[in-house]
């Protein structure tokens, strides 16, 4: 969550990207810890089956997941994603991680399976295999899951979730804008919703392109 109140406060790139090394460098920490305790069960005999430290298949970590790959995209730290998901998700990803960190881990394809369809099958509805990657169709994506839904009561927005789960989705429309500076295309259509962090993308598609 530190990363999210330091984008809603409207810090820097340059200051994010240290907040997401110091947050990616817990998790990978953590989950050494987790491999070691494992190691050390399993020479005393014990049959006992320790977490992956994300699970991206509950609800919270997978809000956790999104976070950490989208933002290694959009902070320039794409070197970050490999151990991410080797060692964090310990390779347990769907169709939208597989296409945040297809560049960073070299993949060729993507899973099948989309762990929470709701929002997240409609981010590939408009998507046509073999053809250029067109932003300005994931422009009903922005309007639907997030302008609408900040149109909403605080009331109103507990009934209508757009994530399965207690939690509402983040306000911050990262996947797109991770997509975006990955993949390209004009976002002229997506840069009037005041959820697409466009000052992301344009601190990230520099260093994308070079």
């Known amino acids: 969550n530190l990363l999210l109140k330091g984008i809603d406060r409207g810090f820097a790139p340059t ?14 920490e953590h989950a050494r810890l987790l491999a070691i305790a494992r190691n050390s069960l399993q020479q005393q005999g014990h049959d006992i089956a320790l977490a992956a ?19 290694g995209v959009l902070l320039d730290a794409q070197d970050r994603l490999p151990a991410l998901v080797e060692k964090v998700l310990c390779f347990d ?9 297809a560049p960073a881990l070299g993949l ?3 899973s099948d399976a989309i762990f929470h369809p709701r929002p ?37 927005q507990k009934r209508t979730r757009r994530l399965t789960g207690p939690n509402a989705w983040g306000y911050w429309a990262l996947e797109v804008a991770a997509l975006v500076v990955l ?21 990230a598609r520099p260093q994308a392109g070079a």
């Open 15 to 28: 200051a994010l990207q240290q907040m997401h090394a110091d947050v990616a460098e817990l998790w990978l």
């Open 53 to 71: 430290p994300l699970q991206p298949r509950t609800t919270q970590h997978y809000e956790y997941a999104l976070q950490l790959l989208s933002l």
């Open 93 to 101: 990803t769907d169709r939208v991680l597989d296409y945040l960190s």
């Open 108 to 110: 060729a394809e993507a």
């Open 120 to 156: 997240f099958a409609e981010l590939f509805a408009p998507l046509r295999d073999g053809e250029a990657f067109d932003p300005s169709l994931l422009s009903g994506y922005l309007q639907v899951q997030y302008r609408d839904f900040f149109l909403l009561s605080p009331k109103a």
């Open 183 to 203: 993949y390209g295309g004009d976002d002229a259509a997506l840069r009037t919703c005041p959820h697409y962090p466009s000052d992301l993308v344009d601190f």
